[in-house]
């Protein structure tokens, strides 16, 4: 066993349990939430035990993301906090407003849950960031990731136009007449679509590179390699049309013009561009073409999506009730702003503030904005941790892009991703949040240069 096996075993691993948990209505149940915990576990303690018996150090060191490890475990050791509390000074066994109001969390079993998703994502992104430390590894790695989007997608297909609308999982119960594949909320689904046509995108830019010269070389896709690309590009397309999402619609074009962006842009001082690599665009590649082939992508997206283009122009109903959600939630928020009302307690909590013009008839378990459910569970330094390190990442990726298409993709997701947090709860549905971890850490892994070392050669 060597380490360079571990990482490729590790790698196949993390792609069959990113690709899985999404199909149990997107991984957002708490069987699935407790399951997907013990296999990160599991996986975790195995992947040290072999580093430790095979006597070598990490292949990605720790040392490069210090600052991400420390602002993580602050948060995490927050909500082991708010958990503690809970059981000091809870009196009864009952979660609701009814906790004491010595308590961190009015909710602790609901806290302890959420701790088990954030210790899950935490194994992911650490997983993640060792299998991306060689460059061919990560290359590999983020397009299967897009193969895992686009059998999701195929998946959804299958689901909503030949079998008329069906659930992998029982009945469907909502969204109607929208595809929802396997995740039945169409927003977190058509998130992923996006995600997935950034990859595609990333995957499609291979195409013009030049072909090297000389035995062995790489670099340019065959015109069956183009074809299949294309294809699943399409369906994927196709699919968030098919969705009825408009935040879909508009985070997939933001996908695209900041990825356009980054591998588009060329510093005129940036110096000569790395040529190692598949994924890395070289600077005899014209602008011009990178421009086109991505504007060819966003017209086929807005040319499917007519129907949907209608609603988003008329999305002023929606904006009014969102509105009023916001204000009550940042109500919410005001009343406990340090401490939060407790990891994963906003179902619980959101009925001390919750009245009309909000629907009274409906059950707010989401407060439809990732932010302000961070604020309302964690308070407003604690819940902007989880913000910070996303930022952190996503400053590190453009600092770094220099027309390297996986940086430049993991840039672009975590936009389009930031962006629909705004006005939905993609990030809180685990099946899409174990995807983009693996992006953005895969992203990170190249973009702090870890990935320029070999593992084979001696540190």
């Not at 699943?232 to 968030?240: E, H």
């Not at 932010?371 to 990442?393: M, R, T």
Request: with cysteine; glycine share 8%; proline share 4%.
């Amino acid at each position: 066993m060597t380490r360079e096996k571990l990482n490729d075993a590790t790698m196949w691993c993390l792609t069959v349990f990113i690709a899985i948990v999404p199909l149990f209505l997107g991984g957002n149940r708490p069987l699935v939430w407790i399951g997907a915990f013990t296999a990160m576990c599991l996986m975790l303690v195995t992947y040290l035990a072999l580093i430790f018996y095979i006597n070598q150090d990490l292949a990605f060191s720790l040392k490069r993301v210090g600052l991400y490890g420390v602002v993580y475990l602050l948060f995490i050791g927050f909500q082991f906090i708010q958990i503690l509390s809970a059981l000091m000074f809870h009196s009864g066994d009952i979660d609701g407003p009814s906790a004491s109001c010595c308590t961190l969390s009015i909710a602790p079993r609901e806290t302890v849950l959420a701790l088990l998703r954030w210790l899950t994502f935490g194994v992911v992104a650490f997983l993640s960031l060792q299998v991306c430390a060689n460059r061919k590894r990560a290359s590999r790695f983020m397009t299967v990731l897009f193969w895992i989007a686009v059998a999701h997608g195929v998946l959804g297909f299958v689901l909503f136009f030949m079998l008329n609308d069906a659930a992998l999982l029982g009945q469907k119960w909502t969204y109607e007449g929208s595809m929802t594949g396997a995740f039945i909320n169409r927003n977190t689904f058509a998130t992923m679509l996006a995600a997935g046509i950034v990859l595609g995108a990333s995957q499609l830019l291979k195409t013009v590179q030049p072909r090297s010269q000389g035995a062995g070389s790489r670099g340019g896709a065959t015109p069956v390699s183009l074809a299949i690309v294309a294809t699943a590009l399409i369906v994927l397309v196709v699919d968030i049309a098919s969705t009825n999402s408009r935040m879909g619609l508009i985070v997939a074009v933001t996908g695209i013009a900041v990825f356009a962006g980054l591998v588009g842009w060329r510093p005129s001082k940036s110096g000569p561009m790395p040529t190692a690599g598949d994924d890395e665009i070289p600077a005899n590649v014209p602008r011009g073409a990178v421009l086109v082939v991505l504007g060819v992508l966003l017209i086929a997206l807005l040319v499917f999506s007519t129907q949907l283009l209608d609603r988003v122009l008329l999305a002023e109903h929606s904006i009014v009730d969102r509105t009023a959600l916001y204000a009550q939630t940042w109500n919410m928020i005001l009343a406990r702003p340090f401490t939060g009302f407790g990891g994963g307690s906003f179902a619980t909590a959101f009925p001390l503030v919750h009245q009309p013009p909000v629907n009274t008839d409906y059950i707010w378990d989401k407060a439809h904005n990732s932010y302000l459910a961070l604020w309302s569970e964690y308070g407003l330094v604690f819940g902007s941790l989880p913000i910070l390190l996303v930022g952190l990442a996503f400053a590190a990726l453009v600092a770094n892009a220099k027309r390297d298409a996986i940086i430049a993709a993991a840039a672009a997701v975590i936009a389009l991703s930031a962006l629909h947090a705004v006005v939905d709860f993609s990030l809180e549905i685990e099946g899409y949040t174990l995807f983009f971890i693996a992006i953005v850490a895969c992203g990170l892994a190249r973009a702090l240069g870890s990935g320029q070392r070999s593992e084979g050669l001696p540190r």
